[in-house]
């Protein structure tokens, strides 16, 4: 009878943990839109120069910055945490990105390896290091201006190889 219960339990967790799953990735595929609170929210591309982003423009969703970097197309993600700190990171896996599909996507709350699966909370952005996470962009590399915080094209620059096979698809 114990035996019998413990299978039950197990296969309502498991298909519950599915049809999470699938929830989660029906509600993000696809979206690449520039509404406030959807999930994948890509901006414009900034081209060889400073990226300046908004504070306005943060949330507790992923916002994707797409630059060009001599020719180096990379992405900057920036999210407000659950404690309304600015958080940012490079769109690349620490460990995958020479793969080419090292990247995240927003799947609910969380970032997910496009090449591994590893998932990833809002709250470890900019802060967990090592492994595969999202390359931090840390305070000491950003600087903020009021109403925005600025990355500068060097540091930008300095960046560029670990995207040399980076593609978002």
């Given amino acids: 009878m114990y035996n019998f219960m413990l299978k039950n339990i197990f296969a309502v967790v498991f298909a519950l943990s599915c049809a999470g799953a699938i929830f989660a990735q029906s509600g993000s595929t696809g979206q690449k839109s520039n509404q406030p609170g959807a999930l994948n929210v890509i901006k414009s591309v900034v081209s060889d120069k400073d990226l300046v982003i908004p504070f306005q423009e943060i949330t507790g969703n992923a916002v994707f910055y797409p630059v060009d970097v001599e020719g180096t197309r990379m992405e900057?993600?920036?999210?407000?945490?659950?404690?309304?700190?600015?958080?940012?990171?490079?769109?690349?896996?620490?460990?995958?990105?020479?793969?080419?599909?090292?990247?995240?996507?927003?799947?609910?709350?969380?970032?997910?390896?496009?090449?591994?699966?590893?998932?990833?909370?809002?709250?470890?952005?900019?802060?967990?290091?090592?492994?595969?996470?999202?390359?931090?962009?840390?305070?000491?590399?950003?600087?903020?201006?009021?109403?925005?915080?600025?990355?500068?094209?060097?540091?930008?620059?300095?960046?560029?190889?670990?995207?040399?096979?980076?593609r978002r698809v």
Avoid: H
Avoid at 89 to 115: D, I, P
């Fill in 76 to 166: 900057v993600l920036a999210v407000r945490a659950p404690d309304g700190s600015i958080r940012t990171a490079f769109n690349t896996c620490q460990v995958c990105y020479s793969s080419g599909r090292g990247f995240y996507k927003q799947q609910a709350s969380f970032l997910v390896c496009q090449n591994c699966g590893n998932r990833f909370r809002m709250n470890q952005v900019g802060v967990k290091s090592g492994g595969c996470n999202p390359a931090p962009i840390t305070e000491a590399n950003r600087v903020q201006n009021g109403d925005s915080l600025t990355i500068s094209y060097k540091f930008l620059k300095e960046a560029k190889s670990i995207f040399a096979k980076w």
